[in-house]
């Protein structure tokens, strides 16, 4: 019997993730949806003053939909297939496909017990967190991080987003606790399921 339950159970949750991924909608007027909403922040951002108070709604599917046909571009070598989760209360989880053989071969040590040396190729990464913003600035609370479906530390985490970040500016990348000021004038994000709202 109890075998039984667990056979409906895994039935149920797959019937359940079939709908989502069908629920979700990643299509070319989606992703100039949101291209057009990202012209009308900033130029509401360029406004001032008379655009207080503004509030532009994205959704989960137009910005998933952006990442498929138009974001690559913006991402560093070796991360593809970006994908965001707006889950709702803040809270938001992102997945890419991330290439770790560059990133290894330049941290491992060479020792036999080098952790290091066990990474490479081309990984799911997934990362859990809540999005706080207010009065302008944000900041992202990590709760949960895994590679290939293993938890990692946010040590490792960091290593991962400090490689991809670095820029000739930044050499030292972007710190996953930092404080960051939102552009384009935005006072806050409320983030709800399936869709963020921007508040400027």
């Given at each position: 019997m109890r075998c039984r339950s667990r056979w409906i159970a895994a039935i149920v949750l797959t019937v359940l993730a079939l709908a989502s991924l069908e629920a979700a909608i990643v299509s070319r007027q989606n992703a100039e949806t949101f291209a057009q909403k990202v012209a009308q922040i900033r130029r509401q951002g360029e406004a001032g003053g008379s655009s207080s108070g503004r509030r532009t709604a994205l959704s989960q599917d137009e910005l998933n939909s952006w990442f498929?046909?138009?974001?690559?571009?913006?991402?560093?070598?070796?991360?593809?297939?970006?994908?965001?989760?707006?889950?709702?209360?803040?809270?938001?989880a992102g997945q890419a496909v991330v290439d770790l053989e560059a990133m290894a071969k330049r941290r491992s040590s060479g020792g036999g017990l080098d952790p290091w040396k066990l990474v490479g190729g081309r990984v799911p990464v997934s990362v859990a967190g809540i999005l706080h913003t207010r009065d302008g600035m944000g900041?992202?609370?990590?709760?949960?991080?895994?590679?290939?479906?293993?938890?990692?530390?946010?040590?490792?985490?960091?290593?991962?987003?400090?490689?991809?970040?670095?820029?000739?500016?930044?050499?030292?990348?972007v710190r996953l606790d930092d404080t960051f000021p939102l552009p384009a004038g935005i006072r806050q994000i409320e983030v709800g399921q399936g869709q963020a709202v921007v508040v400027q």
């Open positions: 498929a046909f138009d974001g690559q571009t913006y991402f560093p070598a070796g991360v593809t297939s970006p994908q965001v989760t707006i889950v709702g209360d803040g809270r938001v900041r992202l609370e990590v709760q949960s991080a895994d590679i290939s479906g293993l938890p990692v530390p946010p040590a490792f985490l960091q290593e991962l987003i400090t490689y991809y970040s670095r820029t000739p500016e930044r050499p030292q990348g």
